[in-house]
């Protein structure tokens, strides 16, 4: 699939309803996005297009504006539009994001032509364009038990922790299982029996929680062959976390309780 568009802003597209005329202030921009259709597999490859972006979009609205007036068979995944349901994450000028984060502002220079290339996150099986098959990355998740385990007592009020315990764990509290860190580890690239580090971060959110009892269950799943000891310290996760989590610092915290008693 190699045909550069010649999108006309203005007018009808062949495949869409007429363009919107384009805004001013609008610059034209090139998104070259790795198509994959597995009715078609051999016609994979780069695609072009031509979309109008203003600097207050969000590169989200150019992936829309694509499906809503170019392209109707483009695929991806993207739901709250607000960095908070971790749908949309997919691999842009080769980092990843999340669309919905990305801020034209920051792509576009006065006067300089713009093209970004967008593409599936990697180490997981694309089903069509940019949606990934996500299951082996929450059987990774689902692996290290990430709820609460108590011996029973239920308690007759909610379980008090104080507020130092609860500041233990409150950075990885934060994560909206986007797998931006997993699939930007180079360990999870070459062999996707590795946790990864979103699995990791999760496990960290109840090893250190006080009111948890299951924290050495975890451990010992994190001492195995596929857990923690895989991990190289290439920071790769941290720089690609949408919520700013310290990702490779948990991980050092979950070595180091595995080394010393928590
Ligand atoms: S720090 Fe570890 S988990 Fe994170 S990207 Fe590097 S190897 Fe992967
Ligand atoms: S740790 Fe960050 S990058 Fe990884 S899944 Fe959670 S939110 Fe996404
Ligand atoms: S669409 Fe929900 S995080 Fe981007």
Redesign the pocket.
Known sequence: MTAAVDNKPAGPSPSGPAQPPVPPGATMVTLKIYRFNPENPDAAGWQSYQVPALPTDRFLNLLLYVKGYLDGTLTFRRSCAHGVC?SD?MRINGV?RLACKMLMKDFLREGKDVTITVEPIRGLPVEKDLVVDMEPFFDAYRAVKPYLITSGNEPTRERIQSATDRHRFDD?T?????????T?CPVYWMDGSYFG??AI??AHRFIFDSRDEGAQERLDILNEAEGVWRCRTTFN?TD????G?Q?TKAIQEVKRALLFSR
């Open positions: 971790g994450a990843n990885t934060k994560c909206i299982l986007c797998a931006c860190c997993t930007s580090p979103a971060v999760n996760c690609a976390c949408p919520r989590i990702v």
